[in-house]
Structures are given as C-alpha cells and as structure tokens.
C-alpha cells in the first residue's frame, strides 16, 4: 500500500512539474506558415469566352472619312458647298439665292504646284462662283482660291475639315467679301481634307473686302 502510494505521487508530481514549464514562443517560421486549406471539390472550368473582333482599321483616305462619318463628296446640300480637296466645285445662285451645282473640276491652284507648273483651272464664267481646293505635301499648306462671276460683292461663312489621330475636326474661318469679277486664295498649314461654304449672298456694302 504504500509502495502504490509512493507511486501514484510520484506521477503526480511528474505532472504538475511538466504543467509548470514554460510555453515556448512561436517563431517567425511558425507564425508565416500557411494555414491548411480544406478541399473544395474541383468545378468544371467554364468555356472560355471569345472576345468580340475589332472593326477592320480604314486602308484609305475615303475609308476613314466614312469611317469619322464624313460624306467624302464635293456636293451642294442644305444650302451649303461642300469641296474635297483636288476638286473645284461651280455653283451658281438660284432664285431663292441658294447654292446649285453646276459642275466639279479635278485641277490643280497655281499655289500648290512645284516651281514653274501652271494652274490647271481656267475662270469660273459670268454668273457663277468657283471654289477650290488644293495641297502641297512639299510646302506643307493647304490652299482654296475663289472665283467670283457674279456682278456684285459675295460673302459666305467657311469651314475647313481635317483628320486628326483618326478623328475628324472642323473649325470655323473668318470669311470676308469677294469683289464682283474677282478672285480670293488663302492658306493654312494644316492637312485640310475639306472646305464648306454656308450662307452665300451678295455682300452688304459695310462688309470687309478680302484683301
């Protein structure tokens, strides 16, 4: 009997001894281990969803006009004129004193042509107006000259039309009044596509001369 007592005791004080020691801390190592995951049952891999085909890029000047909504035409519509660049249209006033097409021409303006070659383009004739357009890669400007057969002083409102990073941009110009018989040009250095005459009428007699 009191060798099981010893025994038991002995245990016992074992027990409370190792109860007694020290947790040890944990480390770095311990504290980074990843946690185990539990199993999630494999889902089917949905289909792989194809993604949808960009628009062909434009391949020509006239594509990517259509393709900025431009109507890439020399035409008369609404009341305006509108000139691509390498043509001349000629419009006369009808009785209401709107724009009507009579013609377009391919040609040449003087100003654009290398040193030496001649205009292409001969008057626009009594009783109509002729308005062109044209380029210069080598000079880099654009040009627009204006024939007026009319009798009397013409003034219009103009805008020109360009293509900028595939965007088309439109700007207002300042016009001024053509003197009966007579001709106007100007220039800028931008890669001008097309210009748009609005609001044709004979010029009041305040209106400033072209120059």
């Known amino acids: 009997m009191t060798v099981r007592t010893g025994l038991l005791l002995s245990l016992l004080l074992a027990g409370a001894a190792q109860a007694q020691e020290p947790t040890q801390p944990m480390t770095l190592d311990d504290f980074l281990k990843p946690e185990p995951k539990a199993e999630t ?3 089917e891999t949905p289909p792989a969803e194809t993604a949808p085909s960009e628009p062909a890029k434009p391949k020509t000047l ?7 909504g431009f109507d890439p035409k020399t035409k008369v519509e609404g009341g305006s004129v509108q000139v691509m660049q390498g043509q001349r249209a000629l419009f006369h006033l009808d009785a209401k004193a709107g724009p009507a097409l009579d013609g ?3 040609g040449k303006l003087g100003a654009a042509q290398p040193e030496g070659q001649a205009e292409t383009y001969k008057g ?14 080598a000079k ?5 000259k204006v024939w007026n ?3 009397a002083p013409v003034i ?7 293509i900028r990073k595939g965007q088309l941009m439109r700007r207002k110009v300042e016009g001024c009044a053509v003197p009966a ?5 100007q220039s800028w250095p931008d890669p001008i596509i097309a210009v748009t005459v609005s609001k044709v009428a004979l010029a009041p007699g305040d209106a400033t001369p072209c120059s």
């Open 149 to 151: 057969g009319l009798a």
């Open 41 to 43: 049952p494999s889902a």
């Open 181 to 185: 018989g007579g001709v106007h040009g």
């Open 62 to 68: 006239i594509e990517a006009l259509a393709a900025a």
């Open 124 to 137: 626009s004739g009594a009783g109509r107006i002729g308005l062109a357009l044209d380029a210069s890669p």
């Open 104 to 106: 377009v021409d391919m």
């Open 140 to 144: 880099k400007q654009s040009y627009m």
């Open 156 to 162: 219009f409102e103009l805008e020109l039309a360009a």
